[in-house]
Every structure is written in C-alpha cells, then in structure tokens.
C-alpha cells in the first residue's frame, strides 16, 4: 500500500503510546481508606460525571465531592489525587521508536481524553515520547472529547489535513467507528505492534 496519500497521523495516548491500569488507583483508594478494592471497582462514577470531567466542566475539586459523596467515603481530596495519578505505567518503547521513526516524514499529533489532573502528570512523565508530536489536543481543554464528531473535525481543520490523508491509532473501538464515519483511515490498538504492522503495511516505515 502506498503511503503518499498519510499527510496527518493521530494517536491517542493511553493503552497506546504509554500503559495506563485502573486497577492502580482503585488499589491505592483501597490502601488508604482499608476499604476492599471491589468498594471502589464495582461502583462506578456514572459516565455522564467523568465524561464532565473530561471535558473541563468540572474541576478536580469538583469531581472528588462527586465521587466520595457517591461513594459515601472519607478519602481527603489529596489521597483522591495520588490514587487518581497512579494509574500511569511506563511508555511502550516500541511506540517511542515508531514516533521517532515518523516525526520527519508526517505530521504527528495525539488526540486524548484526560482531565486537568491526569494531564499535569503525563505531560511531564512522558516527555521524552511526547515531544515527537506537534500538537496535543487535549479534551479538557478543547471542552469536548471522543468520539464526538467535533473532536475529530477540530484536529483536522486545525492540522489542515482531509480524513482521506489522515490515519489514527486508538484502543477504543467506538472511537474508531465514529473516525471511520468521517472517512479518517483508523486502527484498534490492543498492543504496540498493531502500530507498527500498519504502519509496515502502508510504508510509513521499514
């Protein structure tokens, strides 16, 4: 397959360039208030609360009184924080060098879901794989997330870039099918290699 039609290539971050585990922050609430982690796994923040969240229309102070009085749990909002930031684990070194690999040949960008304080932490902790991008666009501060239409439509109005020339990389299926509906050539991520397999198939790099 020919590569000359790729001008843009979106990537989204967690699960694909770096490991993320929910399990972390449910282990640590658990750690802190010697609560069971099934207290915190098994009830869930309603989606419509974190996608808020997500999108900035909450603030982190806001969404930890969501979630404790929910819960009905003591958690202070700094043991909220910590357990909310260990979700993170190491960046895959596979995607590191693909990036570094591509940097020269396309326009790079990442497209995520995060919120205010899991964005101060992976901008920092990631830095190394994350400068090979020219622009994040981040949903907390862009005010709307994935799989919204309006989300995809920004970065490529922004990167100058038709859907046809655009190719991305997300875990998440229903991202997927909704860039798939605008004509965005895109890929389910489940390991690293799903990466560079369809970047050997189009060329991108050896």
């Known amino acids: 397959m020919n590569s000359n039609n790729i001008r843009l290539i979106i990537f989204d971050l967690g699960n694909v360039v770096f490991e993320i585990n929910n399990q ?8 802190v208030t010697s609560l069971p982690e099934e207290f915190f796994s098994d ?10 969240f997500e999108r900035g229309e909450l603030t982190p102070e ?9 819960k009905d749990v003591d958690l202070s909002f700094e043991d909220f924080s910590d357990g909310w930031n260990a979700i993170y684990g190491e960046a895959y070194p596979e995607v590191h060098n693909v990036l570094q690999k591509l940097s020269d040949k396309v326009f790079l960008v990442a497209l ?22 020219k622009k994040l666009f981040i949903s907390s501060q862009l005010g709307f997330r994935k799989p919204e239409f309006r989300a995809f439509k920004y970065v490529l109005e922004e990167c100058q870039a038709k859907p ?29 290699s799903d990466i560079t397999t369809e970047l050997q198939r189009r060329r991108l790099i050896n």
């Open 164 to 192: 046809c020339e655009t190719l991305f990389f997300d875990d998440v299926l229903e991202n997927i099918t909704k860039a798939h509906e605008l004509g965005i050539h895109a890929v389910q991520v489940s390991e690293p």
């Open 112 to 133: 995520t879901n995060t919120n205010e304080l899991h964005y101060k932490v992976w901008m920092h902790k990631y830095a190394e794989t994350l400068k090979y991008f």
């Open 24 to 31: 972390n922050v449910f282990k640590y609430w658990a750690h």
């Open 62 to 70: 806001e969404f930890h009184r969501v979630l404790i009085t929910s």
């Open 43 to 52: 009830h869930h923040i309603p989606d419509m609360i974190f996608h808020q």
